[in-house]
T-cell receptor
Framework: DGGITQSPKYLFRKEGQNVTLSCEQN?????MYWYRQDPGQGLRLIYY???????QKGDIAEGYSVSREKKESFPLTVTSAQKNPTAFYLC???????????FGQGTRLTVV | AQTVTQSQPEMSVQEAETVTLSCTYD???????LFWYKQPPSRQMILVIR??????QNATENRFSVNFQKAAKSFSLKISDSQLGDTAMYFC?????????????????????????FGAGTRLTVKP
């Protein structure tokens, strides 16, 4: 079945460590996005990529990094520079010409 | 950057009645798309309805319809005959559609720059 997969569903990280969240899609979509969701703040855009080997910063990119080496994959690294990383992270994809985004099921990251 | 505002943090409605959720946005673009997404307790984001800015006709999907007022930059969602399964967070989203120069040296020319921005959401509760 075609879809977008995020893993893991729950992730725990020790303070000061980097961690990478996985996002894979087999929808043949060109565009991919990473959002952070905190209570009462909706979804905030971290990074997005319209095409392989190209990505743009969103509103809250500080402390995060991404890569887009393959069309299917858009991993997000939460670095130790991110001061408040505990949140729910959502990955999405859409076809190149603007259309609705399809979302993964999310990853809940908790810093312990 | 574009902003999306949902001024109603929480709303409730009786089953079978109608409710309208508000959304306003701010942009200088002329070519863009608007969406309503639903997020039930499972946290899976589900597309409810979409509207192209160049279309004057309001979009409808079964019990869901929008009132798109381009000049006022308003995009409200009306849910008719509310059902218990409609209980969820509802997010309004804006996607611009412009071409910009790519930052990547391996990409020649312009690419679509269609990032999607969301409002803070409205928590809707349908009461039996």
């Amino acid at each position: 079945d075609g879809g977008i997969t995020q893993s893991p569903k729950y992730l725990f990280r020790k303070e000061g460590q980097n961690v990478t969240l996985s996002c894979e899609q087999n929808l043949n979509h060109d565009a991919m996005y990473w959002y952070r969701q905190d209570p009462g703040q909706g979804l905030r855009l971290i990074y997005y990529s319209q095409i392989v080997n190209d990505f743009q910063k969103g509103d809250i990119a500080e402390g995060y990094s991404v890569s887009r080496e393959k069309k299917e994959s858009f991993p997000l690294t939460v670095t130790s520079a991110q001061k408040n990383p505990t949140a729910f992270y959502l990955c999405a994809s859409s076809i190149m010409v603007a259309s609705e985004a399809f979302f993964g099921q999310g990853t809940r990251l908790t810093v312990v | 950057a574009q902003t999306v505002t949902q001024s109603q943090p929480e709303m409730s409605v009786q089953e079978a009645e109608t409710v309208t959720l508000s959304c306003t946005y701010d942009t200088s673009e002329n070519n863009y798309y608007l969406f309503w997404y639903k997020q039930p307790p499972s946290r899976q984001m589900i597309l409810v309805i979409r509207q192209e800015a160049y279309k004057q006709q309001n979009a409808t999907e079964n019990r869901f319809s929008v009132n798109f007022q381009k000049a006022a930059k308003s995009f409200s969602l009306k849910i008719s005959d509310s059902q218990l399964g409609d209980t969820a967070m509802y997010f309004c989203a804006f996607m611009k559609h412009v071409m910009t120069r790519s930052n990547s040296p391996s990409v020649i020319g312009d690419v679509n720059n269609n990032d999607m921005r969301f409002g803070a959401g409205t928590r809707l509760t349908v009461k039996p």
